[in-house]
T-cell receptor, first 114, second 114 residues
Framework: GDSVTQMEGPVTLSEEAFLTINCTYT??????LFWYVQYPGEGLQLLLK?????DKGSNKGFEATYRKETTSFHLEKGSVQVSDSAVYFC?????????????FGQGTILTVHP | NAGVTQTPKFQVLKTGQSMTLQCAQD?????MYWYRQDPGMGLRLIYY???????DKGEVPNGYNVSRLNKREFSLRLESAAPSQTSVYFC?????????????FGSGTQLSVL
């Protein structure tokens, strides 16, 4: 079946450091890929998405490129801020009759120190 | 704008008790979802409703029932709670349940079953 694997956390960085959170997936067909972010005490919010191979999603300084050859969708940010501290989830939608259902990775906790 | 509203925010149950988690959205969305979030496991789909009048099982439906009361409301019922159902529950909605759509999440219900 479909699955998403994220790098083990937690990740702890200093402010202005470079961030990479790895995400790989297994899916049949041509899934859409997403990164969601969950701030403390809140529900998940869409951070960015990519719908086909080689697409780059970007938002708030975060970027991720849909790599079909390596089945990956790694999240990157050049300079993190304390306000980026959150849990980050990689997810896919396999399409077909999935009716918008998402398959999530296990989440990566990011803590950024001043 | 309220978006997706879940009640209650916190609940403690004893094994064998029943309860209903309520969810309502004010965005006129057709599709609604119930997920559970457990540490190290990301979010897993319990049930979903592609449109008013339809419901289908997700990845982990055992021990739960749902009702799509109308287009706005989608409730999740635990008939006989078990400690394994201790989790954070999220309701979500999307406009049409299509491949590339963003899901809108509520802020969650933290449930403990003793």
């Amino acid at each position: 079946g479909d699955s998403v694997t994220q790098m083990e956390g937690p990740v702890t960085l200093s402010e202005e450091a470079f961030l990479t959170i790895n995400c790989t997936y297994t899916a049949t067909g041509y899934p859409s890929l997403f990164w969601y972010v969950q701030y403390p005490g809140e529900g998940l919010q869409l951070l960015l998405k990519a719908t086909k191979a080689d697409d780059k999603g970007s938002n708030k300084g975060f970027e991720a490129t849909y790599r079909k050859e390596t089945t990956s969708f790694h999240l990157e940010k050049g300079s993190v801020q304390v306000s980026d501290s959150a849990v980050y989830f990689c997810a896919l939608n396999a399409g077909g009759t999935s009716y918008g259902k998402l398959t999530f990775g296990q989440g990566t906790i990011l803590t950024v120190h001043p | 704008n309220a978006g997706v509203t879940q009640t209650p925010k916190f609940q403690v149950l004893k094994t064998g008790q029943s309860m209903t988690l309520q969810c309502a959205q004010d965005m006129n969305h057709n599709s609604m979802y119930w997920y559970r979030q457990d540490p190290g496991m990301g979010l897993r789909l319990i049930y979903y409703s592609a449109s008013e009048g339809t419901t289908d099982k997700g990845e982990v439906p055992n021990g739960y029932n749902v009702s799509r009361l109308n287009k706005r409301e989608f409730s999740l019922r635990l008939e006989s709670a078990a400690p394994s159902q201790t989790s954070v529950y999220f309701c979500a909605s999307s406009p049409w349940g299509q491949l590339n759509e963003k899901l809108f999440f509520g802020s969650g219900t933290q449930l403990s079953v003793l």
